[in-house]
């Protein structure tokens, strides 16, 4: 029996791997089996037969038996074979997608593993490199697990091939576009100076979610590029109808995706715009100048700094070339036309005035004000920048929730 196995793997061009793999059994135990150190477990014995077209009991004798077969006995084996086809293609695709969920909690363990590190052990940084760690095996695994999978395809023949290698592809987009978030949402790590230090979760979650954002658009632009091309090459293609089912959603995913990208690209412009007019500064109240010599005078009263010995001794400031400076250096501010004309130069004190703003038109003075540090009208005025920034979020997720709505409304099934 050993010998006959080896002799219809070969005539079929499976190596002792890939049988295994659709067997559900090791290498070794194919090995063992070809060198008659051992049987297959009866279980097995149909789906043998049905692998290589043969008899249960030819595979038993080891050998074909004589005569000649009617033709009502080889369309019965080519169903039979058809059907052994369609169940082995259901089993690698079932394995390829238990094998890819492991390749995506990879990437979910490495972004836990940062977590950890950045709020348990404030090693923000740390955390970034240990999540790249997992990273990096969970693609690996993935390209591998779906490279397996599409040289097991390779050796089989039929029409639902494209649909097969399609579904491969894009289970493994899928698995790596878990993994381009999970890493888009490792940046701002490293943003941090110190390796001791930590990012605080409002912060990360903002910025997380921002580069997450673009991450995805990223993406799913890519995706729609290399599926487009792909699916004009002959080894996925598929029936004509599902062609062109897959040609017209394809059609409409970027059109839509384009529709998607100009609305967001207004949004943001509208909340860039509102932030920047109607900021934490212009919500507050300040104290505002006619004119420069009552600023200055002002400024001279309540704006001039304090020393040293009012703050942290350990304190080191720098200048923008990396020097050690003063802290009466360092909270020296300019007050210039808005171009490169330097109006007048005075001292910033953070415990007394915390802002000024000023609007120039040429040498005319449009606007000058200073905001004292009035801290709970300061966080006042920031929450209501922040109310403003989430109803424009909520927007965003409701823009691309209709859009999402009109694809499953206009696609064909």
Known sequence: MGAFIAVLRKARGLTQRQLAEMLNVSDKTVSRWERDEGCPDLSLIP??????????????????????????????????????????????????????????????????????????????????FLGLSFLLLSASCQLIFGNNARLWAGEAEGTELGGFRFQLLYITELSLGVDLCVLAALLPLLSLEQA???????????AGGACVAGALALGCGACWFINGRLSKRAEYAVEEKAGERYRYNHRLKGLLGLALVVVFAFTAFANFSLTRIWGPGTIMDGIEFDDLNSFAQFMEEKGMPLDNNHYNGNAKYYDEEGEEISFLEASRRYLTDGVIKVLMEYGLNDLTVCSVQASFRGDELLELKAFTCDYEQLEQARATVRQRNEIFAAVYVLELAAVTAVYFKKRVK
Request: proline share 1%.
């Open 47 to 128: 789906v043998l037969a049905e692998i290589f077209s043969v008899s249960c009991d030819e595979l038993l004798r080891g050998e074909r038996l004589p005569g000649e077969r009617s033709e009502q006995d080889r369309e019965k084996d080519e169903r039979r074979s058809e059907k052994q086809r369609q169940y082995l293609l259901r089993s690698a695709m079932s394995r390829f997608r238990n094998r890819s969920c492991i390749a995506a909690l990879l990437a979910l363990l490495g972004l836990t593993a940062a977590a950890a590190a950045n709020f348990g052990f404030s090693r923000g940084r740390l955390g970034f």
């Open 196 to 206: 001791d230090a930590s990012i605080h979760a409002g912060s990360w979650l903002t």
